[in-house]
């Protein structure tokens, strides 16, 4: 395991062999992630001595303990020891706890049964070779961070040190803090006294060059990632998703000898079952790459892979769009009709573009020798060459489109697609069943997404729509629906109190919430880009022409803006409709308009009008997990009056 080590040439001669003798130890068990391990560390708080050394431990797997023989389990996933080599023949150390505790010789006389018996996580590291150190047995002072489990008082016992048991990552960071600004002497007194000072770039007159001072910055960073993450954090969401694709083993086996269509409404967790079968894949040595439709939703899955990867659980899971990969593969196989001029033509006009390129690819495979020329383009381009082709948001791929990606996965079996029935943004569904007699569809009903007030919501929208809606599968608290005037944009109380309610101004280092805005695409005046600017908020323009040329990451602090015909499959704890009741009126006339033009098509009703604003609105609300924000224009329009009804009923 990978355990870093500070400072031990530094010890006494006489310690140093069985401080990496623990060290060593610590390293071949299979429990552990991976740790830090400090030399010559003092106790803060602590005025019996210095420790040998100071251990940060963290685990593959939360081990479970009834800590004192409390009925009630707790749950941790790091470990603070601190070991002292000193011939304390009074301080025994138990094997077979998981706790760990410590004694000092003076105060045993009087100590319980119970705090007698000092003990705990060494179980698995104090094994038959350390019986040869008899004479030197470390003396465990120790620590928890307790992840999953507020503090309880009685872990406090009085023979425990103060600080030296932490009720929770940020005790035991502050108190590193401590003991780094004492190694810091050149620090005033006034900062001394502020235990809550987590960032150590801030300390005046810190020694960067000091080599505990390095440690201590290291061992900073390393129980920073294990910290509990807030309420409002979008990783709950993805372990929420995670256990539910545990439920799902029956599916490994399926890939390669069927095509695996995942089918559900939004919401039911089909990309996170692409994920996980891909985290599957990836422990087996098997490659994937996961190509969707939508630029803006490529970016938005790279950002959830990242957020496995902070889980614990990294994928190595390249993701594209189709534009992207036609694209690579027309310039790669040297079609005389694609040029720079193409390239600028799809960052632009997106359509355009994206046609010319599923001709120019389409030209490629329409002769005898489709599969030579498949070895060729894969020869050309080894980053297509993987086991397995995952598609998300298949549900309204263009036919040709849909052949194009069986082509280059080279067998319908090698294809694992999610698709969402009520997410189509085109007038027509996909059938990607037709690729393969040999397939399977699952079906995914239930909803793990969005808060109980959300996903009802939706369920009214589907019933006016006539869909059946997904099964509610959320119980945590209700989530919030609201609707405000698009004016309070125009605020920057509105901004503000967003960034309070969704902790943008948190100091404790947990992430942040994010935010999806979706306005119309008409929109020309008090765009939320110009707001954003005025009201100095980072945002990620997603209605830039030129957006698709960018392969950046997203920060999940920053707020994102798309128009509504970009929403679907994308997620976010928050999300802001713009202008429903305007876009009502949008959808009417566009509507109307076709109408009149086609001499074929009948008469637009109000039904008409209605069902298609609200398959528009729908995609969009289904977005958010916590907290939906409907804007309106005009508070006495018929859109209006008809939402406000209907979160009223």
Known sequence: MSIEVSGIEDSPEADQPILERVVEILRQDPAIKDGFAIANYQVPGNEVSDCDLLLCLRFKDQIRIKPFEKPIECGFSNLLMLLELKRHRTCELHRGALYVRYGREDRRKNATKQSKQVVGSLAWYLDAQEKRYHLKKPWVYGGLYLANVPFDASLAHPIVEERTIFKDAFSLRAALVIAAKQLASRVDEEQQRSPGISDLSSWKGADNSDDQYQALRNALGFFAEARKPAAHDRRRVEVLTQKRIATDAQYLKQPGNQLLIFKGRAGTGKTARLLGLARHFKKHGISTMLVTYNHALAVDLRRL?????????????????????????????????????????????????????????????????????????????????????????????????????????????????????????????????????????????????????????????????????????????????????????????????????????????????????????????????????????????????????????????????????????????????????????????????????????????????????????????????????????????????????????
Request: proline share 4%; glycine share 6%; net charge negative.
């Open 305 to 649: 892979v990242n957020v496995f990867a902070d889980l614990g659980e990294p994928i190595d899971l390249p993701v594209r769009t189709i534009g992207q990969v036609l694209f690579r593969i027309a310039a790669a196989m040297g079609d005389d009709l694609f040029d720079a001029k193409l390239q600028q033509a799809y960052d632009k006009d997106f359509q355009q573009g994206f046609e010319m390129a599923v001709e120019s690819v389409g030209r490629l495979i329409g002769g005898a020798d489709a599969d030579e020329m498949r070895d060729l383009m894969l020869s050309e381009l080894p980053e297509f060459d993987v086991d397995y082709m995952m598609v998300d948001e298949g549900q309204d791929w263009h036919p040709r489109e849909i052949e194009l990606m069986g082509w280059i996965a080279g067998d319908a079996r090698r294809l694992i697609v999610a698709v969402g029935p009520d997410q189509n943004t085109r007038e027509y569904s996909s059938d990607w069943e037709r690729l393969s007699t040999k397939r399977q569809t699952v079906a995914c009903t239930v909803n793990v997404r969005q808060k109980p007030a959300l996903h009802e919501f939706n369920r009214r929208l589907s019933d006016l729509l006539g869909d059946d809606w997904s099964e509610a599968g959320t119980t945590s608290d209700p989530g919030t629906v609201r609707m405000v005037p698009d004016r309070d944009l125009q605020q920057r109380s509105f901004w503000d109190q967003l960034d309070r309610d969704l902790g943008i101004e948190r100091e404790d280092g947990n992430r942040r919430a994010d935010v999806l805005i979706f306005e119309p695409s008409w929109l020309k005046q008090n765009r939320t880009t110009e707001l954003a600017q005025q009201f100095k908020r980072p945002i990620w323009d997603g209605t830039d022409g030129n957006i698709r040329s960018t392969t950046s990451m997203l920060d999940p602090n920053e707020y994102r803006l798309l128009y509504y015909e970009s929403a679907r499959g994308l997620e976010s704890w928050v999300a802001i409709l713009r202008l429903v009741d305007l876009e009502f009126d949008a959808v009417r006339k566009r509507l109307q308009k076709a109408t009149t033009e086609s001499e074929t098509s009948q008469k637009v009703t109000p039904e008409d009008i209605r069902n298609r604003w609200l398959r528009t609105v729908r995609i969009a609300a289904t977005r958010p997990i916590d907290t939906l924000i409907l804007t309106y224009d005009d508070k006495k329009s018929e859109a209006t009056g008809f939402l406000s009804a209907l979160l009223d009923r």
